[in-house]
């Protein structure tokens, strides 16, 4: 019964906390920083660091990430003390509660305050086990990035060598905030309490632990399983919120499964943290302090506190009693009706959404003829190659600049000349290809290719210029394309935005766009300084946000790279306007199902 009373407070206090968080203090944060952000200038992709070099954009960043860190705390707090108040069988009052754990506050500070707040904002979201926080649920780090560490088997040992590492050092620190919270300890000594506990605890309260830590991941890993697309993230609740509710066929479906999933693991927390304090008091090791020793202080000020904010209430109960609640009701609906009348309109799309084989497809080796070829088969609207310059001028069709991981050769593309690249045998860069073999094709055998295709396929061209290189790549390039008048076939991006700049320059009737894989702010004002025609997300950057920014401007938004057809599904639901995928058949199949039930 003590467990199920713990639970029920804890579950009450979150539901309150969470709602603090993404109403008032998750768009405080965002204010803050997206109007630092807007007065040096929106960075996209590399230039995403320059933008905290300064010393005002390194303080600003060091204040949200301790702020962050200090609720983090004060959440987990309040949830410890909750759970070690109802084990005991004491009265539990919410407000007492939460003063006891603000004055708790305190353990931060001194020179455990930077690896405490590593600790609490991104360890623990790394991990999502054990601990879960309203502030950063979870960080997740992109999956181009675990893309490419899988293609190489040092890429896939270091993987490996990432968790190991990240859950090992979780497991050492488990009790980190068990003794800050509730023992008033500062962040090293916490750490030496924690081994101290796991060395003292015995063999049986090990495999209790763990069991528990390792069911929440297996229940994590099975959900996942089921559940494939992404999850709402704090940012989705923004003032558009009202918006994606009544347009957003997919922001319907992740916010239900938003609501059960935060109701599971605060209750899996809470049994985890119980079960804990249970493990640790029973074997003498924990000696919690619930009241400091300044405790009548801290009472005395909570009370003056609590009567300002009593006879504030009163007040305005009176005010409200005085002018009519029903006035005041009326008031808000007219306005939410002005809301939803003026704001809600949803942009529409500019074009059916396409299919774009990523580096051709996976099916052969990427960037190969034979992978182009196949994607216009398995039915891609486009297939998305990268071109390099080689080292006499010549466009070439490969992804690395380095020539190490495709054909084992230690130089770079543009050192060789067209000749030498022909002469070169890459492989696979994937798996599912394993064994497989290419020469490296030029954009001219690429684009003929194509034309003498049955398909109708078009192209989507990734121009990747060394330093120094980027106007002779777009010059060779644009040569190419009208030697065989292959522009309206055809779409350009780079990452380098004077690549693309000069491109549009020469071909303002192309469709040429913006790739990225992160920016510092918002695109909303900052993306009319750049002249596009689309943008290419990486898709960790996807978002309900996201999508309605780019429609609202007018610029349609494909994403990459997906291997899940249950993202695709998410993505078509939000609005994206195509996929780029090394899977272009399930794009396809999952892309009709779609437009068949969606005309």
């Given at each position: 019964?003590?467990?199920?009373?713990g639970?029920?407070?804890v579950l009450?206090?979150?539901?309150?906390?969470?709602v603090?968080?993404?109403?008032?203090?998750?768009?405080?944060?965002?204010?803050?920083?997206?109007?630092?952000?807007?007065?040096?200038?929106v960075?996209?992709?590399?230039?995403?660091?320059?933008?905290?070099l300064s010393?005002?954009?390194?303080?600003l960043?060091?204040?949200?990430?301790?702020a962050?860190?200090?609720?983090?705390?004060?959440?987990?707090?309040?949830?410890?003390?909750?759970l070690?108040?109802?084990?005991?069988?004491?009265?539990?009052?919410?407000?007492?509660?939460?003063?006891?754990?603000?004055?708790?506050?305190?353990?931060?500070?001194?020179?455990?305050?930077i690896?405490?707040?590593?600790?609490?904002?991104?360890?623990?979201?790394?991990?999502?086990?054990?601990?879960?926080n309203s502030?950063?649920?979870?960080?997740?780090?992109?999956?181009?990035?675990?893309?490419?560490?899988?293609?190489?088997?040092?890429?896939?040992?270091?993987m490996?060598?990432?968790?190991?590492?990240?859950?090992?050092?979780?497991l050492?620190?488990?009790f980190?905030?068990?003794?800050?919270?509730?023992?008033g300890?500062?962040?090293?000594?916490?750490?030496?309490?924690?081994?101290?506990w796991?060395?003292?605890?015995?063999?049986?309260?090990?495999?209790?632990l763990?069991a528990?830590?390792?069911?929440?991941?297996?229940?994590?890993?099975?959900?996942?399983?089921?559940?494939?697309?992404?999850v709402?993230?704090?940012?989705d609740?923004?003032?558009?919120?009202?918006?994606?509710?009544?347009?957003s066929?997919?922001?319907r479906?992740?916010?239900?499964?938003?609501?059960?999933?935060?109701v599971?693991v605060?209750?899996?927390?809470?049994?985890?943290?119980?079960a804990?304090?249970?493990?640790?008091?029973?074997?003498?090791?924990?000696?919690?302090?619930?009241?400091?020793?300044?405790?009548?202080?801290?009472?005395?000020?909570?009370?003056?506190?609590?009567?300002?904010?009593?006879?504030?209430?009163?007040?305005?109960?009176?005010?409200?009693?005085k002018?009519?609640?029903?006035?005041?009701?009326?008031?808000?609906?007219?306005?939410?009706?002005g809301?939803?009348?003026a704001?809600?309109?949803?942009?529409?799309t500019?074009?059916?959404?396409?299919?774009?084989?990523h580096?051709?497809c996976?099916?052969?080796?990427?960037?190969?003829?034979?992978?182009?070829?196949?994607?216009g088969?398995?039915?891609?609207?486009?297939?998305?190659?990268?071109?390099q310059?080689?080292?006499d001028?010549v466009?070439?069709?490969?992804?690395?600049?380095?020539l190490?991981?495709?054909a084992?050769?230690?130089?770079?593309?543009?050192d060789?000349?067209?000749?030498?690249?022909?002469?070169?045998?890459?492989?696979?860069?994937?798996?599912?290809?394993?064994?497989?073999?290419?020469?490296?094709p030029?954009?001219?055998?690429?684009?003929?290719?194509?034309?003498d295709?049955?398909?109708g396929?078009?192209?989507?061209?990734?121009?990747?210029?060394a330093?120094?290189?980027?106007?002779?790549?777009?010059?060779?390039?644009?040569?190419?394309?009208?030697?065989?008048?292959?522009?309206?076939?055809?779409?350009?991006?780079?990452?380098?935005?004077?690549?693309?700049?000069?491109?549009?320059?020469?071909?303002?009737?192309?469709?040429?766009?913006?790739?990225?894989?992160?920016?510092t702010?918002?695109?909303?004002?900052?993306?009319?300084?750049?002249d596009?025609?689309?943008?290419?997300?990486?898709?960790?950057?996807?978002?309900n946000r996201?999508?309605?920014?780019?429609?609202?401007?007018?610029?349609?938004?494909?994403?990459?790279?997906?291997?899940?057809?249950?993202?695709?599904?998410?993505?078509?639901?939000?609005?994206?306007?195509?996929?780029?995928?090394?899977w272009?058949?399930?794009?396809?199949?999952?892309?009709?199902?779609?437009?068949?039930?969606?005309?």
């Open positions: 019964m003590r467990l199920i009373r639970l029920g407070k009450w206090f979150e539901l309150l906390w969470k603090l968080i993404l109403v008032l203090v998750n768009p405080l944060f965002q204010d803050v920083y997206q109007t630092y952000v807007a007065s040096v200038g960075s996209f992709n590399s230039g995403i660091l320059s933008t905290f010393l005002k954009g390194a303080a960043f060091a204040v949200l990430f301790l962050a860190a200090g609720l983090i705390f004060f959440e987990l707090a309040v949830v410890l003390h909750i070690e108040r109802c084990r005991r069988g004491e009265a539990v009052s919410l407000s007492r509660v939460m003063g006891r754990a603000a004055w708790g506050l305190g353990t931060l500070g001194g020179w455990g305050l690896p405490a707040a590593l600790y609490y904002v991104l360890l623990l979201p790394l991990v999502q086990v054990g601990y879960s502030m950063v649920p979870s960080i997740t780090i992109p999956w181009f990035i675990f893309g490419e560490l899988q293609k190489s088997a040092i890429g896939q040992v270091g490996v060598a990432i968790f190991v590492a990240l859950y090992g050092l979780f050492l620190l488990l980190v905030p068990v003794a800050m919270a509730l023992e300890e500062r962040f090293f000594p916490a750490v030496r309490r924690s081994l101290r796991w060395r003292r605890l015995g063999w049986r309260a090990w495999f209790a763990t528990m830590l390792g069911a929440w991941i297996w229940a994590a890993t099975e959900i996942a399983r089921y559940w494939r697309r992404n709402l993230e704090n940012t609740f923004d003032r558009y919120f009202l918006k994606y509710l009544l347009y066929e997919a922001f479906k992740d916010l239900l499964y938003w609501l059960v999933m935060a599971l605060t209750a899996a927390m809470a049994v985890f943290l119980y804990t304090l249970s493990l640790l008091t029973a074997r003498g090791l924990l000696q919690p302090v619930l009241e400091p020793r300044w405790g009548e202080d801290a009472r005395t000020v909570l009370a003056i506190l609590s009567r300002h904010v009593q006879a504030f209430r009163e007040a305005w109960r009176r005010r409200m009693a002018r009519g609640w029903r006035v005041a009701a009326v008031l808000i609906c007219l306005a939410l009706a809301y939803l009348a704001g809600c309109v949803r942009p529409p500019l074009h059916t959404p396409v299919v774009i084989g580096r051709g996976i099916h052969a080796v990427g960037n190969s003829l034979e992978a182009v070829e196949l994607a088969e398995l039915g891609a609207d486009y297939a998305e190659i990268d071109v310059l080689s080292a001028g466009p070439v069709v490969i992804h690395d600049d380095s190490w991981r495709l084992g050769e230690m130089t770079g593309v543009g060789l000349t067209w000749a030498e690249l022909q002469a070169l045998t890459i492989r696979a860069d994937t798996t599912r290809g394993l064994g497989q073999t290419a020469s490296i030029s954009l001219e055998e690429v684009i003929r290719a194509v034309l295709g049955e398909s396929m078009g192209l989507l061209i990734e121009l990747k210029p330093a120094g290189r980027g106007q002779a790549l777009v010059e060779a390039v644009t040569e190419l394309v009208e030697r065989y008048g292959f522009g309206d076939r055809a779409m350009f991006m780079s990452l380098d935005y004077p690549s693309v700049e000069a491109l549009h320059a020469a071909h303002p009737e192309w469709w040429v766009g913006y790739c990225v894989f992160g920016t702010g918002d695109i909303d004002e900052s993306v009319w300084r750049y596009i025609d689309f943008l290419a997300a990486e898709e960790s950057m996807i978002s996201l999508v309605m920014q780019t429609r609202e401007q007018g610029l349609p938004l494909y994403v990459w790279s997906v291997y899940d057809t249950e993202k695709m599904l998410q993505y078509l639901e939000m609005g994206v306007s195509g996929i780029i995928t090394d272009p058949e399930e794009a396809r199949a999952v892309t009709d199902r779609y437009l068949a039930s969606h005309s």
